[in-house]
Nanobody, 120 residues
Framework: QVQLVESGGGLVQPGGSLRLSCVAS????????MGWFRQAPGKQRELVAG???????IYADSVKGRFTISRDNARKTVYLQMNTLEPEDTAVYSC??????????????WGQGTQVTVSV
């Protein structure tokens, strides 16, 4: 089990930016695919962005062009840069580490989540 600790959430106005970070407690971070999921009140959890061990990326259509996922294997950290935030981006964002070959299902390890609120 990988321990994941997220940071960087908060309150931001529409159009603003935030950067989320997730630090992992494994010596083999580089082999894990890392993802950011979010869950808004009354909605199912959804994949926001994922990055594979080879740094291939995938994004939800709703965030393409606004969010960027990246990883620093030396720091065992995955980032989510969120620009041009919209009220619809308000949710709890959780970091995920998995060895699975797809992003479906509740696989791998999860962080505790960090709240992102986009509001005037």
């Amino acid at each position: 089990q990988v321990q994941l600790v997220e940071s960087g959430g908060g309150l931001v106005q529409p159009g603003g930016s935030l950067r989320l970070s997730c630090v992992a407690s494994t010596s083999i971070f580089r082999v894990y695919a890392m993802g950011w999921f979010r869950q808004a009140p009354g909605k199912q959890r959804e994949l926001v962005a994922g990055i594979g061990s080879g740094s291939s990326t995938i994004y939800a259509d709703s965030v393409k062009g606004r969010f960027t996922i990246s990883r620093d294997n030396a720091r065992k950290t995955v980032y989510l840069q969120m620009n041009t935030l919209e009220p619809e981006d308000t949710a709890v964002y959780s970091c995920n580490a998995r060895l699975a070959t797809s992003w479906g299902g509740d696989f791998g390890s999860w962080g505790q989540g960090t709240q992102v609120t986009v509001s005037v």
